[in-house]
């Protein structure tokens, strides 16, 4: 069994920053693209930021600049770093990872929970 697990959301005034951390536990054997989305109320779930397993990341076009998105393979984590929040960054963030786990050939999609981000003043 594998779980992500989001944490760091909350609440910001525009132009603030948070950081939100996806911490993969369980079985994993190897991590290989890992992201992020986003899904606000009425809206479909969006990417925000991916970042293959050799650390190259993209970015929506949205976020480009303001958003860094990091990965630590040891720790099997990924991080990301939101910078001058506007409201429309509001949305609950998910974590995405396509993994391999011990023991199975095949990788899998997996998702967390999600972390609410707020930005209102």
């Known amino acids: 069994q594998v779980q992500l697990v989001e944490s760091g959301g909350g609440l910001v005034q525009p132009g603030g920053s948070l950081r939100l951390s996806c911490a993969a536990s369980?079985?994993?054997?190897?991590?290989?693209?890992i992201g992020w989305y986003r899904q606000a109320p009425g809206k479909q779930r969006e990417l925000v930021a991916g970042?293959?397993?050799?650390?190259?990341?993209n970015y929506a076009a949205s976020v480009k600049g303001r958003f860094t998105i990091s990965r630590d393979n040891a720790k099997n984590m990924v991080y990301l770093q939101m910078n001058n929040l506007k409201p429309e960054d509001t949305a609950v963030y998910y974590c995405?990872?396509?993994?391999?786990?011990?023991?199975?050939?095949?990788?899998?999609?997996?998702w967390g929970q999600g972390t609410q981000v707020t930005v209102s003043s």
């Open positions: 995405n990872a396509n993994l391999v786990r011990y023991g199975d050939i095949r990788s899998y999609d997996c």
């Open positions: 970042i293959t397993s050799g650390g190259i990341p």
């Open positions: 369980g079985s994993v054997f190897r991590i290989n693209a």
